[in-house]
Every structure is written in structure tokens, then in C-alpha cells.
């Protein structure tokens, strides 16, 4: 650690000669002190700094914040350090994403920490992200040499980018160079690993456009030659420009987007178009996702585009049909936990990515909305599976038995310890520990806890050994962190050190879509514990929950369930024992609520499919088979949605 080159970017001359002076001492080599940003631009040119601590106010008329924007872009960590500033400048300086943030007057202590957990989570980033390359690399060749057909692998790669870029429609196609023939393959997920295959068929179908106004369309689009993303206010100006993109965000709800643009050989570029129902789902780190993700995409483009039977390819519609594209895995790994709104599916995407990886994840969530759920999936999902999962509640202890319960303590430590007591991340050892409320933790424990995050090792009360350990964690909360921070309660070095992957946890009120399935989940489930036999909710009281806000989240609406199903007489709940704030109007929906769902989407795809065909679903020129689904799937889909069968006819 000592070796690393730390360019420092300060105006005020003492305060970058005190700096330079702790960080030389501290064994770090100090390549270069910059005044303003036009000198320190250079200065990172010549000497490549692995970090740069950077003062806000600098010499000259760019700010340090312009700076951290080029850092950013060039993947140099970068702390700041600067005297407090007002809330606007902390604001903008917080969306450069400091690897951390150092207030002046400060201590050498400061400095050092801070430098060192910015150091660590840097690395831990390093090794996500090589790990990662190497994981797209293998899977792309893995898919490119199974056997399917060409649609088939192209929805899974669409799969494996899902984690890095999310999507709710994917898009991949060529320039469009003639009218007659149009060729666009998209992608609409509908559930946690299924998606539906649009094929320029199907999407003449949707949108009720002949094979060549689509063509025309896609002519008149205007494809960047750069990986760009696009919120849902520049999504608004982009489509007025694109008329195929305008048709695609018209008929599927889209709201933000990012487009890919992918080189094969021969000048070719495939453009890799994501979008989300969601306003602002893509941010700066996408784009440097889509670096790590050119080199396996770019091989697996350049290898489908010379297949003459590639969904993308010139003449006539010469690929080959395949009958079930979107795919359902064997086995569900979020199995139990319920529900399909594109932000728990989200979530689903974060576990997957973060699961086989060893880092810390921070769990952030309301009460009651499944973050215990989500540890508990990671854990099995992790290579630690096999080893133990130990949960403590922080809040649930007495301040003073947590250190006892977390590390443990020997015979005789304090007054009432009769024997040794194994602590909780002793008995973790080798597997995982999940460290709910860690908000709740008090300050000296939270010393002991970042203590063994960073060494490694444990020492029991009254013991005289260290112990070591291996223990992968795992903390959740429903505090906000960083408001605790601000005011003391929360240390800042171990806010950093288990801040290395955050997963928020959604409100129940900003998935209302989720709250049918998840009723008739517990609806069943306290049905059966109780002997019951009813068979629903009606409308009218679904309708009622779903304009609750829930503060209790899941939990609340289980709780709500399970009573309602004892107090009911009836085989069907149709007049719930609601608490009182039940039949008050919502203050504010959540933007998201109003936003299309991705049930609508799939909805709004069959019933087209189904008027196209005249309502019918089996046989030749049935909507099973225009929609290129088994008649028995699409039966089902049209169950789980409620359509009714003759719709259309
Ligand atoms: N998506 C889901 N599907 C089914 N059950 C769920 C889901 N999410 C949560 N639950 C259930 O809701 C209850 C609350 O979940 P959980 O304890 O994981 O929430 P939490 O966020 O950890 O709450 P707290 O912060 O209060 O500890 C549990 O009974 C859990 O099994």
C-alpha cells in the first residue's frame, strides 16, 4: 500500500504541504502537488497517480468538481478535501461519486483512514470488475458455442447483460440500409428469468405498421456511434428525432434509455438499444460498464453477423423459428419471494451479480420490505452456501451483551460469564453473517466491528488470543446512513467499509403492482394454516389495498392477511377488517405507480396478438403461434393476466 502514487490538487500552498508530508510519512509516494485543474490534468498525464486527493476550490475557473468529472470518465479514485462548502456545491460534488470526503481543518487520523477505506473499496471495485470481464468473456463464448439457434443466444446474452445494464426492452439490430425487409429483434422481460421474443413480425403486429414503414422508421433513425444513455427528459427530446424509437417507447411505456453501439468487422456496427419503464435508471456507471462489456459482446456480434442464418442478417426472414424463446430456468433462485415489478427484479439482478463475489453488501430498506429475505438469498447463492448464515439483530440487545453476542466472550470475563461463550461471528466462521439494524449498533462496538473487518480477527471479551476469521458480511438497515453520519451516531470509516455494494430495498407503496400476488400468497398460505377454505379477495378490497401506503411494507400486509383470513366467515374476503388509515386517500403516489407495469406491457402484447387473430389462440394463424408461444403458455399467460378467452373474437 505504501507504493501508492497520490497526486495531490490544492490552491492553498500549507495545507498541500501538510498533506504531502502525512502522506510521505505514512509510507505513500507523493507524485506531484497541482494548483488548478489545467496543471493537475497534466500532471496526471505524466506521472499516472493511483489516487488523487482534490480540494474543491482551486486556482483558476474550473472547480474541483469539473475535475472529478474527468477522473471519473479516466477511472482514477479520488477523495475530496475541502472546507465545508454550501449545500449545493456538496450536492454536485456527492454525483461525482468521491471515493470519499475529507472536511478541513482536518487530522492526519482523517486523512489516513480515509485514503485507506477509499483504497480498499477501490480495489474491491477493481476485482468486481475484472471478475467480471472474465465472467462475460466465458459466458459469451459458452453461448456462442451451444447449440441453439441465433435468437435463442442472442436473448441469452440479453440475460447475462441484464445485471450490468438493466433493461425492460432490448432492442439489437444493424444499420437499416433497404425498405423492403425489416430486421430488429427486441426483448420484453416479463419476470425475474423470462423474457418474450419480438420478432419484426410480432412488432408489426403490436404496432400495426407493414414490414416496410417499420424499415422506413428505422432508416430515419439517427444511431450514435457512442455508447450514450438518456433520461427521461433527454429521452423525450431523443425520440422526437427518432420515429422506431418513439413508436417502441409509445407502445411499451418506455421512459430512459441507453444505446450501445457495438463494431464488427467490416465497419459493421450492431447497436444494442436498452430502455426502462423507469426515469432514470441509467447513470454515468452504465457507460462504464458498457467498456468492460465491448470486448465479449463485440466477439459474439462479429461471430453472429457472418451466420447466414442470423436473426440480423440481409435477405428474407431465412432464420430458423424457434418455437419457445422466452425461457423460465429449471429452478427459480428467488422462489418465496414474490413478486415481479421491475424494481424487485432489479434487486434479483443486484443478488445475482453481488452473490458470487466475497464483498460486504449493504442492505437499505424501509422495515418489513425483505432485506432479511434478500440476506438470506445471497448467502445461498454464494460460494459460502454450504457454511453457516448467522443472523443478529443489533437493535434486539441490550448495549451491553452485543459485543458479548458478536465476539464472544471467556469463563469469568465480567460478572455472570460462567462459561465461554462462542460469539457470533466465531460461529460464522467460513460462511456469513447478517448484521441487521447495523444502525442500531452502538459507537464502541461499531470500533470492534470495523476492527475485525479490517484485520480479520476476533478477540473474545477477557480473552488474550486473537482468533482469526473468515466471514463474509452482510448488514442491513433502515436508518439513513448517511444522516447518521452527519450527526455523529454512524462512523464514517465503517459507513465506507460496508457501503461496498448497496442494495435498496423498495417500498411496497412504489411496487404497487406486486400487492395482488403477494396477497394471495399469504392468502394461501394462512388459508391452509387455519383450515380455511377461501379461494380470493374481491376486486373492490384489492383495489382499496392497493391505494394503501403500507409503512409496514410486507410485513403489514402478511399481518393484514393473516387476520382478515381468521375473521372471515365467508370462502372469499370480500369486506376486510381494515385498519382505519386503509380507507384514507393517498397523499402522493410514487411516479413509478403511474408508469406502465410490465404486466401492462405483456397484457397490452397479447391482446393485440389475440385481436390480430380474432381471438384465436391454437392452430395456424392462432395467437399462440403468431406470439411464437406454446398455445398451453400463452393460456396460462392469458389466465395469469386476466383475459378472457374469447377476447377478440
Ligand atoms: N417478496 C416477498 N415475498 C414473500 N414474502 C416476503 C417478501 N418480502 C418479505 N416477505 C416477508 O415479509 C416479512 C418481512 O420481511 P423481512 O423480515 O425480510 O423484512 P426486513 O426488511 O428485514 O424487516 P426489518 O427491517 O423490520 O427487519 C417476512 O415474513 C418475510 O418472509
Known sequence: MGSKKILI??????????????????????????????????????????????????????????LAKRLGQMNIPFIYISANS???????????????FVVKPFREKDVLVALDIAIYRHQNQLEQGVRQNALLQKKAAEILASAQGWEQKLLQMGKTLQPYIPFEFLTVGQQQTAEQAFYEICFLRVGFDEYQLIRPTELMVITNRKQNELAALKIAENESVMATWYDEQEFNELVKRSPLKKLLADTYGLRSHLQLPVPAADGKICHFNFYSRRPDVYQPEHLAQCGNLLPPLAAFTEAMLRQADSPLQGAGNNYAVVREVSAREASNPFNGIIGNSNLLLTVFDHVMQVAPADCSVLILGESGTG????????????????????????????????????FGHEKGAFTGAHERKIGKFEQAHGGTIFLDEIGELPLESQSKLLRVLQEKEIERIGGRSTIKTDVRIIAATNRNLDKEVAEGRFRLDLFYRINVFPIHMPPLRDRIEDIPALADHFLKIYARKSG???????????????????????????????????????NLISNMALPTQLEQPVVAMPATVSAITMRDGERAHILAALKKCNGKIWGEGGAASLLNLPPTTLNSKMKKLGIRKDYGV
Open 86 to 100: 454550501n449545500q449545493k456545491v456538496l450536492d454536485d460534488a456527492k454525483l461525482t461519486n468521491p471515493y470519499g
Open 371 to 406: 432485506k432479511e429475505r434478500i440476506g438470506e438469498r445471497i448467502h445461498a447463492l454464494s460460494p459460502r452456501r454450504d457454511k453457516p448464515y448467522i443472523r443478529i439483530n443489533c437493535a434486539a440487545l441490550p448495549t451491553t451483551l452485543i459485543d458479548s453476542e458478536l
Open 532 to 570: 380455511k377454505d377461501i379461494i380470493g379477495i374481491t376486486p373492490a378490497v384489492l383495489e382499496s389495498m392497493m391505494h394503501y401506503h403500507w409503512p409496514g411494507n410486507i410485513r403489514e400486509l402478511e399481518n393484514m392477511i393473516e387476520r382478515n383470513v381468521l375473521l372471515t366467515r365467508d
Open 9 to 66: 490538487v490544492e490552491d492553498e500552498f500549507i495545507i498541500a504541504d501538510v498533506l504531502s508530508n502525512i502522506l510521505e510519512t505514512a509510507g505513500y509516494e507523493v507524485c506531484g502537488i497541482a494548483d488548478s485543474v489545467a496543471e493537475a490534468l497534466g500532471m496526471i498525464t505524466r506521472f499516472k497517480p493511483d489516487f488523487v486527493l482534490l480540494d474543491i476550490y482551486l486556482k483558476g475557473r474550473q472547480t474541483g468538481i469539473d
